[in-house]
């Protein structure tokens, strides 16, 4: 069966530091990868998709960034934090492009 | 931007009562989905219904779809405790290649009360 791994669960950074959230799926090869973030009280906010390996798709222009250097690992990244970067960081894959997203468990991102 | 709204944004019912929530959305979609997330977890696929659909059951979920409204809605029958969560729709409308991904709403809270 397919899994999703999401690390880490929780993560308190100061402004202006590097972010590295990572994200591997287990079960099944060039799946489809998105990073997700919700605000509080709010729906989610489509961040990044890729189709395989080093095709990244950005959705929202801001200070983040999205790799992917193996077909099953997809990487969030920040060199320089902002205060507006805190929010709960969603992982999710899916087979094909109609079927539906498996979510992992979040990453809950605070910038102070 | 977000394509779908839900709607009541909180919903609190008793227990074996019965909980509808709807959703609609601005543009012509390929399928609308619905998902429940628990407090501070990732969200879990309920239930998908394409655009050529008008109804589709799981167990006991019942999801409608009127596209000249551009809604649907979803009913948890006989509810339980276990269902209270918030529930997302989310509006797959693809444009050309790629994954494109889904255009969610902000949800419904929904609280079964005891």
């Known amino acids: 069966s397919q899994t999703i791994h999401q690390w880490p669960a929780t993560l308190v950074q100061p402004v202006g530091s590097p972010l590295s959230l990572e994200c591997t799926v287990e079960g099944t090869s060039n799946p489809n990868l998105y990073w997700y973030r919700q605000a509080a009280g709010r729906g989610l906010q489509l961040l990044f998709y890729?189709?395989?390996?080093?095709?990244i798709s950005s959705e929202v222009p801001q200070n983040l960034s999205a790799s992917r250097p193996q077909d099953r690992q997809f990487i969030l990244s920040s060199k320089k934090l902002l205060l507006s970067d805190s929010g709960f960081y969603l992982c999710?894959?899916?087979?094909?492009?109609?079927?539906?997203?498996?979510f992992g468990n979040g990453t809950r991102l605070t910038v102070t | 931007s977000q394509q779908g709204e839900e709607d009541p944004q909180a919903l609190s019912i008793q227990e074996g009562e019965n909980a509808t929530m709807n959703c609609s959305y601005k543009t012509s979609i390929n399928n609308l989905q619905w998902y429940r997330q628990n407090s501070g977890r990732g969200l879990v696929h309920l239930i998908l219904i394409r655009s050529n659909e008008r109804e589709k059951h799981s167990g006991r979920l019942r999801v409608t779809l009127d596209t000249s409204k551009k809604s649907s809605s979803l009913l948890i029958t006989a509810s339980r405790a276990a269902d209270t969560a918030s529930y997302f729709c989310a509006t797959a409308a693809y444009s050309g290649g790629g994954a494109d991904g889904l255009t969610f709403g902000k949800g419904t809270h929904l609280i079964i009360q005891p």
């Open positions: 890729s189709v395989g390996i080093g095709q």
């Open positions: 999710a894959w899916s087979s094909l492009r109609d079927s539906p997203l498996h």
